[in-house]
């Protein structure tokens, strides 16, 4: 599954370099070829960089993941190289599609966000976890999905003690504050599935005590961060609610999993129908190509909108997850919901219906399936992603088996 994830990322690459595959063969000249390979160099617009670090960071991750059983520097060497091909491809695709515009400067931001992930793809978080004594109360699946929307609220991650910027993040707040119910209900919900996931995260269940103080030092860095639109009261009020309701009614539920699905569905559906003016005697054409909406326009607002939709779409299949307990009917079942939205849209003139919310949510689920393997058994297990290293399986397992060798010693061993 994992394989197959990777190799999706890198045809994500290619289709998102080619679009909108209006190819014209002329281009393909001498001096076009020449033109690309005097193009290198670094400095481009905030939003192609943002876009084009961003985009290999999940495709380096991926590919250390999908290569484990080979040695480190193989893998390094395996994915470092299939993504430098496909990034140096697609640029030389570009040459022949005449919206794009080829330059190596691409690839070396491709190459850059690259790092990160095979750093994530190294790290050794089973050394990590058993050295803090986490191995046995944190799981991996739910802080990823939590880490999407912390990314989210804080990208670009330039922090600045700047005067001047702190005041102009504070004046959507303080002077000139609108309250949006959509933008209101979309924090309270976000920030209730982040109280969810910081529970579900937890073998104890009890971390989500800490979502007031996440939630104080999110709010608190977006003052500090550069380039973004601020604290807002859209922001604050959103997060009110959502403390309001996390320890008034969902905090002490055995499984508070219905009313933060609730939440994001209110969300979903406000976010894709506001303002509810249909128009039932024109349909609008749906677009059937996957991410036709983030191609065109400001690249960087567009990964920062894909990027919350990522997180919804996370956390919701997440949470229906945990109540049916098939990631499959989880994917038919959102899946179903975020498509419904997108046909009701093909009747407004505030939205335009595609399939790429579909697709998220679909990916969504099948991330979920395959992080939430169990390595001995292959189906999914209930603790979202946890899988002990060989070494805790087999202490485990020599411990269980401790009764019937010698009965009476279960507490025995160490």
Avoid at 237 to 243: D, I, R, V
Avoid at 298 to 309: R, V
């Amino acid at each position: 599954m994992i394989v197959a994830v990777w190799l999706a990322s890198l045809a994500t690459v290619f289709f998102l370099s080619l679009w909108p595959f209006t190819f014209d063969f002329a281009l393909a000249t001498g001096d076009s070829w020449t033109a690309l390979a005097e193009s290198w160099g670094w400095v481009t617009n905030r939003g192609d960089v943002a876009g084009n670090f961003a985009l290999f960071i999940p495709v380096g991750l991926l590919g250390m993941l999908a290569l484990k059983p080979l040695p480190r520097a193989g893998r390094v060497v395996i994915v470092a190289a299939v993504s430098f091909a496909v990034a140096v491809g697609a640029q030389a695709g570009q040459v022949i599609v005449p919206e794009r515009t080829a330059t190596m400067v691409d690839v070396v931001w491709n190459m850059a966000g690259l790092v990160p992930g095979l750093a994530l793809g190294l790290a050794p978080w089973e050394t990590i976890t058993r050295s803090l004594r986490l191995d046995q109360r944190l799981r991996l699946l739910p802080w990823l999905i939590l880490s999407v929307w912390i990314a989210y609220r804080l990208a670009p991650f330039l922090p600045s003690i700047d005067l001047q910027l702190i005041k102009d993040n504070l004046k959507p707040l303080l002077l000139h504050p609108v309250v949006a119910l959509p933008n209101v209900i979309g924090n309270m919900a976000a920030w209730l599935a982040a109280g969810y996931l910081m529970r579900a995260g937890d073998t104890e269940g009890r971390l989500d005590r800490l979502l007031p103080l996440l939630m104080a030092v999110v709010l608190g860095a977006e003052i500090l961060i550069a380039h973004r639109d601020g604290l807002s009261a859209n922001n604050v009020l959103g997060g009110l609610l959502a403390l309001g309701l996390w320890f008034g009614l969902a905090h002490g539920r055995a499984r508070p999993a219905v009313l933060v699905l609730a939440a994001l569905a209110l969300a979903v559906a406000l976010n894709g129908l506001w303002p509810f003016a249909f128009e039932g005697a024109v349909a609008a054409h749906f677009q059937w190509m996957p991410f036709s909406g983030v191609l065109g326009g400001s690249m960087w607002l567009n990964l920062l909108a894909l990027t919350e939709k990522v997180f919804f779409y996370s956390a919701a299949s997440f949470a229906l997850h945990d109540l049916i307990g098939s990631w499959r009917l989880a994917a038919g079942t959102a899946g179903t919901f975020v498509f419904g939205i997108e046909i009701l849209q093909r009747y407004q003139t505030a939205h335009v219906p595609e399939i790429t919310d579909t697709l998220l949510v679909l990916l969504a689920c099948a991330t979920g399936a395959a992080l939430s393997q169990d390595k001995t058994g292959g189906q999914p297990e209930r603790d979202y992603g946890v899988v002990l290293t060989d070494d805790l399986a087999i202490d485990k397992a020599e411990t269980e088996a401790l009764p019937s060798k010698n009965t009476g010693q279960r507490n025995a061993a160490p």
